[in-house]
């Protein structure tokens, strides 16, 4: 493939197309893989004057995995690059400085700038066909609405810890996205079905310990489903 690259007529190649298919080939090809000689292609890429968008996530892609912070944050930072490249970067630069208000900025302008109005009105109509259903199908103790509101409430806001959970599982102790198919399974078991779950049941165990509304066995199922379905709504916009 680099060969076939390399042969290819200039007179009919756009060299900076050629730039970034290189620079994405040595940095994916595991038997030819030459980082250093990557980064110099995509950055070739970025100072021409033929925009490529992908060739800005390649090269933070680089600089996160080596951790280059420094290239990294002056990479995301620089006003002429920063609005080409992936949020997921510019979340991490803030979680690598600890900048957590600027971190969080970062998620919910990521979530709320790409929603639409009929998503979440969509989303909204799904969450209330549900809470009305659940309600009705509790026939002996009947939910009052401020708890079943705070639940949701509390659910809409706990989702948000799941970026800092991913984050440090994935840039403290390193846990990436193992080889294998059976490393794969666990991988999302532990990253998304554990850290998931763990998270719907932070509403639930708050309105345990620090409310009276859970009276009976059916109520710990109506709170575990609202704190669902507040985690469903963040989720679906």
Excluded at 15 to 28: D, M, P, S, T
Excluded at 158 to 176: S, T
Aim: charged share 20%; aromatic share 20%.
């Amino acid at each position: 493939a680099k060969a076939l690259l390399d042969s290819v007529d200039k007179a009919y190649h756009n060299w900076n197309y050629y730039h970034y298919a290189l620079g994405k080939y040595l940095r994916q090809n595991r038997d030819y893989a030459d980082f250093e000689e990557a980064k110099s292609h995509f950055q070739t890429v970025i100072n021409s004057d033929v925009f490529i968008k992908e060739a800005y996530d390649e090269l933070a892609i680089l600089y996160f995995y080596f951790r280059e912070n420094d290239k990294l944050r002056d990479f995301v930072k620089d006003e002429k690059h920063a609005e080409h490249i992936s949020s997921f970067f510019h979340r991490i630069v803030h979680f690598r400085d600890l900048s957590f208000i600027a971190y969080f900025k970062t998620i919910l302008k990521y979530d709320w700038g790409n929603a639409s109005f009929l998503g979440i009105v969509s989303s909204l109509l799904i969450l209330l066909l549900w809470l009305f259903y659940l309600k009705k199908l509790n026939i002996y103790h009947q939910a009052d609405w401020k708890h079943s509101i705070l639940t949701i409430g509390l659910s809409m806001l706990c989702i948000y810890l799941i970026y800092p959970i991913h984050d440090l599982l994935r840039d403290v102790f390193e846990y990436n996205m193992p080889e294998g198919k059976l490393n794969v399974f666990f991988y999302d078991v532990i990253t998304i079905g554990l850290v998931e779950e763990f998270v719907k049941t932070i509403p639930v165990l708050i309105i345990l310990f620090f409310t009276k509304a859970i009276k009976e066995p059916y109520d710990y199922i109506y709170y575990f489903c609202l704190s669902a379905l507040g985690f469903a709504f963040i989720e679906n916009i």
